[in-house]
């Protein structure tokens, strides 16, 4: 495993030619030979990483990327031109790649919240067309009612009367409320029975009721 920290803070002298250093690396395993190219451009590299992905980690793990597919692959590695333009041309690339996968894992995040957006926003329009067509359907089917019988239903669920002042204001039993209001109920359920989800939504059928 390569220790970068401490190569890092290692910065030797050779007297190697580049062309001397790659074939040590890449003929002898050459660690020291390694150890040289990465101290003299590592700095140089960062700050050329950064000033494409803006993050100095990010900067970092291109750069240590690149010199660990180097080390990986070293029996094989001869790069045309001067180690320099190599490096820096990698780390460009990578660089790139890093800013083109970011970009295409931002559109696809904001793609997930924009339909979630729009889903929500359609189901929320939904749901209020329904509303707004499950109250136009109560009141179409309390106007079905006969007249005393709507007039028993609205006193109690309009105004809050009871059943007992509802008679009283009537001069009707209490049993004759109970019973016409039974029947009211009984009316509206079937004549909303496409509704029952909606208004187990709503919670209770006479909370809709008290919106008409």
């Known amino acids: 495993m390569i220790e970068f920290e401490k190569i890092k803070k290692r910065v030797e002298k050779s007297s190697y030619s580049e062309e001397e250093l790659i074939r040590r690396v890449r ?31 990010g900067a970092e793990d291109i750069v240590q990327s690149i010199f660990l597919n180097i080390w990986a692959q070293r029996e094989d590695w001869n790069p045309p031109g001067t180690i320099k333009h190599y490096l820096f041309s990698a780390v460009r690339n990578k660089a790139l790649n890093v800013i083109r996968h970011q970009r295409i894992v931002k559109e696809k995040e904001d793609e997930v919240t924009r339909i979630f957006k729009e ?31 709507k007039e028993i239903f609205l006193l109690n669920r309009r105004s809050g009367l009871t059943y007992s002042e509802i ?27 496409d509704y029952l989800p909606l208004i187990v939504m709503v919670t209770e059928f006479s909370v809709a009721l008290l919106y008409v």
């Open 27 to 57: 003929e002898e395993n050459d660690r020291a030979a390694f150890q040289q190219i990465f101290s003299t451009y590592y700095k140089r590299l960062h700050g050329y990483a950064y000033s494409f992905v803006k993050q100095k980690q």
């Open 167 to 193: 008679a009283e204001f009537l001069d009707i039993s209490v049993n004759t409320v109970g019973t016409q209001m039974t029947r009211a109920l009984k009316f509206l359920r079937n004549h909303l029975a």
């Open 119 to 149: 889903i929500k926003t359609e189901t929320v329009s939904k749901n209020k067309r329904q509303l707004e067509k499950l109250r136009s359907d109560i009141q179409e089917g309390i106007n079905q009612l006969p007249s005393k019988r």
